[in-house]
DNA sequence: GATCAATGTTTACGTTCCATACATCACGGA
DNA sequence: TCCGTGATGTATGGAACGTAAACATTGATC
């Protein structure tokens, strides 16, 4: 009906279409009940069509959840201007847990079923969502202790947003930011006492 | 073909039978590809016996999450023995991604979805999983910091059992206790501090 | 022994994923 | 100019699944 399509059999670009269909469809409704032939009708094609262009369900919901870790990307990079590297991973925190929030259904996309590719897990490479964090991250904590901070800082970003975005804790009604901003505190609490104490037994705390 | 059954036209008690299975079953399928019509011919039944005990496929799920959770506590509840709570928290976090990798289907049951019943969230109930957790943390953490310090470590741990659950990390290889122990080290570093300093920021970093 | 509620069966329908065979278009070389 | 070739969309149909409705079977109770 635009431009470019007369009587257009071929749809243009099918592909891209089905992706930006299924992410507008999740702003609305649960992944379960996003069907290939629901986006297929939607986008005004026969339902066997996506099937050109993605092997089976799966791989088009790894094609959605690739774009939310771009859009995720994007709203962390947009937020690390900060000077100080502590504040900027507190504001990643907050980053993480608004796009959760403001995206619940992408967000399990992204995280729930199998990963994209078997080998293709989390890691620290600044390409990545997570390589902004593991960045900063490094300006605050010695090499050794790299690891293991980078870790417990994803396990709780993403814990946190998971048990909002399934219902598992009501949503801190007005403000997750607020929530984000103090549990990042916490977590940045312990990272940098560890860096301190160094190793092993965090202080000698009272006594026994 | 046991002791009671003689031409059982009725199962006994099907929807035991039931639970049990799912949860057998789930040891080597996904839940996805958990089926009502394949448990009820593993009990050996008919396709629609399992619906005169559960309203549909969710309640069944509910259920088998359920009893997940009631093995969850009983794992923590084992392991609560430590005289010296700090020592028994990181217990916990380590029976916790224990619990988690021994059953990872079993895992996704219970925290994917939704909640079983709309406003049962967690909480800090001492008869739940996380109750336990809670009142241990009530011996270290001061009244005005305790919501904060449980939802920072039951967000880690989760969170750190998800990543792993869902194949987003590389399982900790041979050991996932090591790194729950050197987790919850870091997260209880960070709520004893904040105890500590008890507000604003942590301890006057280095420069800058 | 007859009645009844609980439990399991049968049959049937709609939805969904997907395999296969076919139609239509865009384009480049003879 | 015309045709072949590959990319893309369509048509048809099967299999698995969830679930609704009507029916059969059982054991307990009066």
């Not at 959605?64 to 709203?75: D, K, N, P, S, T």
């Not at 975005?165 to 009501?170: A, E, K």
């Amino acid at each position: 009906m635009s431009t470019s399509a007369r009587a257009a059999y071929h749809h243009g670009n099918l592909r891209e279409t089905l992706v930006a269909l299924a992410l507008a469809m999740l702003e609305q409704v649960e992944p379960e009940q996003l069907t290939l032939r629901g986006l297929a009708e939607e986008a005004g094609v026969s339902g066997m069509a996506p099937y050109r262009h993605f092997e089976d369900k799966a791989a088009l919901l790894s094609a959605v959840a690739e774009a939310g870790f771009v859009e995720l990307r994007r709203r962390l990079a947009s937020v690390d201007d900060e000077r100080k590297p502590r504040k900027a991973l507190i504001a990643f925190a907050v980053a993480y847990i608004g796009f959760a929030c403001d995206k619940p259904n992408l967000y399990r996309v992204m995280f729930g079923g199998a990963p994209p590719t078997p080998d293709d897990r989390l890691t620290a490479d600044p390409r990545t969502v997570f390589g902004l964090f593991s960045t900063r991250l490094a300006q605050l904590v010695p090499p050794r202790r790299r690891a293991e901070a980078f870790l417990a800082c994803l396990s709780l970003a993403h814990g946190l947003a998971s048990l909002i975005v399934n219902g598992r804790i009501r949503a801190p009604a007005d403000e997750p930011a607020k929530l984000a901003k103090r549990l990042a505190g916490v977590m940045l609490r312990g990272v940098l006492t560890s860096a301190v104490a160094e190793d092993g037994s965090p202080r000698r705390r009272r006594r026994r």
